[in-house]
């Protein structure tokens, strides 16, 4: 299994960022992939998830209304869409994968988001 984010960079607060989750080595369309991000001396924090069999998703309320989960099952790759985003939201994100939403069991190697204010 392998899952390899990118996307992130630096912003300015109220700005977007698109994120991407290429995965490989599994059937994707069994696996929930979820979004988690950890800021310096943050717990880790699962923002987002999508169900791949059905495109469910999930949001924390820290995001909700903000953030954009999507997958392209063709292209095994899920996406991060997040706007208006803000100082909080700066942190480490990186897509795992599971059975589950919000659990993991393979992380990809995360990608770097800062927004500056």
């Known amino acids: 299994v392998q899952l390899v984010e990118s996307g992130g960079g630096l912003v300015q607060a109220g700005g977007s960022l698109r994120l991407s989750c290429a995965a490989s080595g599994f059937t994707f369309a069994d696996w929930a992939i979820t979004w988690f991000r950890q800021a310096p001396g943050k717990e880790r924090e699962g923002v987002s998830c999508?169900?791949?069999?059905?495109?469910?998703?999930y949001y924390a309320d820290s995001v909700e209304g903000r953030f954009t989960a999507s997958s392209d099952n063709a292209k095994n790759t899920v996406y991060l869409q997040m706007n208006s985003l803000k100082p909080e939201d700066t942190a480490v994100y990186y897509c795992a994968v599971a059975h589950v939403c919000f659990e993991y069991d393979y992380w990809g190697q995360g990608t770097q988001v800062t927004v500056s204010s």
């Open positions: 999508i169900a791949s069999n059905d495109g469910s998703t």
